[in-house]
């Protein structure tokens, strides 16, 4: 992390290594124009907010608390809506509220919003019916439409990300402390989700629950007011280096280097070259920081990303998320954490579930299967269990909207109903009652972890 004496030179050190899946700019003064634009705007959010977020982490890693990240594959500037945003927000809140009464663990909650526009690709073009042109890379680079003009990076898209994501976190500010989170109102952000669901008694019942201990608080003269409101930090793949950069700001009391894009951003399996641009420029920052981590990850890329990453060893600053696939997670993560704890590293696990078990349907879309969704989160804490250490976190595509975009779950989607509302800019989403589901099966699976 730099100080302020070498901040300028520092935060800009990753323009001289290689950058991977970046877009292919075709005016790079209009870019640069936009990059100064971006650095005199104000922050997204504080260095204060990110530092909370890093001890709460801390206590994830030692075992103390559960992380919930969950939104959007890729947020879309349309989709920017307060329907759509309170929707993430309510889903996050349930999910976070079932989790907490099955495992009596705190539950940090984060975000996949106010950033998560861009997306890395496996072919920087798109071939139809012999015609080429540069693939979707998300609203913050290009359009979605399959035409030349659509297709074209355009750096403009970079300010509006900027501003998209200024709307959603004011309306995430709004929310959470205006009375939006308030857990007496628990049974209230029920309304309009789960009415004719699976999961709707399960829920109800928790609900009561909380109403009923609430209830006692107060007749015994205890105020629960701390519980009107609570946090939810925004996060995002960093993936867009010239964005970041832009919008990375030095506190004057300290001289560390803060990303404002987020409190929390993430390198992706694509881009966490040990000599790339993108691990030298998260090194410079002090947010709290993730890697994700797929099936090719090696103990010794691990560890060598900590020390990178982390060479302080501050508990909360370096999280990993694993997306191994569900018929790889048990063969393959026992030894990178057990390599890790033999170190004596102290980091937070999480599994993201999601990316490493997507097919493409009968029907040609991109789907995921509910059940494979959760054998990898019980493969997860499985291996946690046998080698003595804490399942961590849930990273999770999702969104608060009746999609359908995964099979299976509580109404057992099949393949002929994804054409009914498959909505995803980019990779399936779980619904809300799917959502739901999986907090349920994991709040259980935390609690046998914990007897």
């Not at 990240?69 to 993430?88: I, L, M, W």
């Not at 109800?204 to 015994?220: K, S, Y």
């Not at 494979?372 to 961590?392: I, K, M, Q, W």
């Amino acid at each position: 992390m730099i100080t302020n004496s070498s901040h300028t030179s520092a935060i800009d050190s990753w323009r001289s290594r290689p950058a991977a899946q970046q877009p292919d700019w075709p005016d790079h003064e209009e870019l640069d124009q936009v990059a100064a634009h971006l650095k005199n705007a104000p922050p997204l959010v504080y260095a204060a907010e990110c530092d909370r977020l890093r001890d709460q982490l801390g206590a994830v890693a030692r075992g103390e608390a559960f992380l919930l990240q969950g939104g959007d594959c890729a947020e879309t500037f349309a989709g920017n809506t307060a329907p759509a945003v309170e929707g993430k927000l309510r889903t996050l809140l349930q999910m976070a509220v079932v989790l907490t009464h099955g495992s009596s663990l705190p539950v940090v909650k984060v975000g996949r919003l106010a950033g998560q526009y861009a997306k890395p690709r496996s072919s920087g073009t798109e071939v139809r019916e012999g015609m080429a042109l540069p693939s979707y890379r998300g609203d913050a680079v290009n359009g979605h439409a399959f035409t030349e003009a659509d297709r074209r990076p355009d750096p403009q898209r970079l300010r509006t990300m900027y501003e998209a994501s200024t709307t959603t976190l004011n309306l995430v500010r709004a929310f959470m402390t205006g009375g939006g989170a308030d857990l007496s109102l628990v049974h209230r952000w029920n309304q309009g989700f789960l009415e004719g669901t699976p999961a709707v008694g399960r829920y109800e019942r928790i609900a009561g629950e909380i109403d009923r201990a609430l209830a006692f608080m107060r007749a015994c003269g205890v105020d629960p007011g701390a519980l009107h409101a609570t946090e939810m930090y925004a996060s995002h793949e960093g993936l867009l280096l010239d964005y970041e950069a832009a919008l990375t700001r030095v506190e004057p009391e300290t001289g560390l280097a803060y990303a404002t894009s987020g409190h929390l951003v993430w390198i992706g399996e694509r881009t966490r070259d040990l000599d790339g641009a993108h691990v030298e420029y998260f090194s410079r920052i002090s947010n709290p920081v993730a890697v994700k981590l797929g099936p090719t990850a090696t103990p010794d890329t691990v560890l060598a990303l900590s020390e990178r990453l982390n060479p302080d060893q501050i508990p909360g600053r370096l999280t990993f998320v694993v997306r191994m696939g569900a018929e790889k997670v048990r063969d393959l993560l026992p030894d990178l954490v057990g390599k890790v704890a033999a170190e004596g590293l102290v980091v937070p696990w999480v599994c993201d579930p999601m990316h490493g078990n997507t097919f493409t349907a009968s029907t040609g879309h991109k789907t995921r299967h509910f059940d494979d969704v959760l054998n990898e989160v019980a493969g997860f804490f499985e291996v946690h269990r046998s080698l003595g250490t804490h399942p961590g976190g849930l990273h999770m595509e999702l969104t608060g909207d009746d999609v359908t975009e995964c099979l299976g779950g509580g109404y057992n989607l099949e393949a002929d109903d994804l054409c009914l509302r498959y909505e995803t800019a980019c990779d399936p989403r779980l619904n809300h009652s799917q959502s739901l589901d999986v907090a349920f099966l994991v709040a259980e699976m935390l609690r046998n972890h914990r007897r």
